[in-house]
C-alpha cells in the first residue's frame, strides 16, 4: 500500500494512505485555507447529539409549565444528556445546535399545548402554542437552532398544558414525549 508522509513543523506527522480495496480514489483539497473535518474533529457531523423520550407515565399540573422527565434515551453521542437527575443537555463543545421536541399529553379534555425548551433555567422560546377544540389529547412539535458555548450552557424541555380532569404525559404508548439536539456548527 503506497503512501505519503509528511512531518509537522514541531512534532507528529500527517499520513495519506491509499485503501485495501480495488479502484482509485481522488483526495481533492481546496485551492483557498481552511480545516479538513475529520471523523475525530468536533464540527457538524460530529459533535454531540442526543435524542431521549419519557417512558412512563407522568402527571402534570393543570395552566403550569412543567419539566418533561425525559428518563430514556436513544443515543448520546458524548454522554452530555442527563436522563437520571436533571433530565438536560449540556454540551462540552461550543456551537450551535438544532434542537428538536414533541410533547404529547391527556386529558378528560385538553384546551391548550406548548412546547417549551428552556435554556440555563430560563424559557427559550415558546416553540408551538396552539389551542385545542374539544379532544382529549394533543401533541405539538417545533424545533429551533440555539447557540451554545460548551461549558456552562445547558438545555430542558418544558411543556404547559390546559385542560380538564388529570392531565397527563403518557410515556407508557407510542406517543412519548422527545426531546433531541445535535450540533450543526461549531463556534
Known sequence: MASISVAGDTSGSITIAAPNVAGTNTLTLPANTGTVITTASTFAGTGPAFSAYNNSTQ???????????????????NNNFDSSTNYRFTPTIAGYYQVNCTVFAEATTISRIIANPYKNGSSLTRLVDIGVTGSNSAGVTGSIIVYMNGSTDYLELYVYVTGTGSIILNGATDRNCRFSAAMVRSA
Open 59 to 77: 402527571s402534570i399540573s393543570n395552566g403550569a409549565f412543567t419539566k418533561v422527565t425525559l428518563s430514556s434515551e436513544d443515543f448520546d453521542t
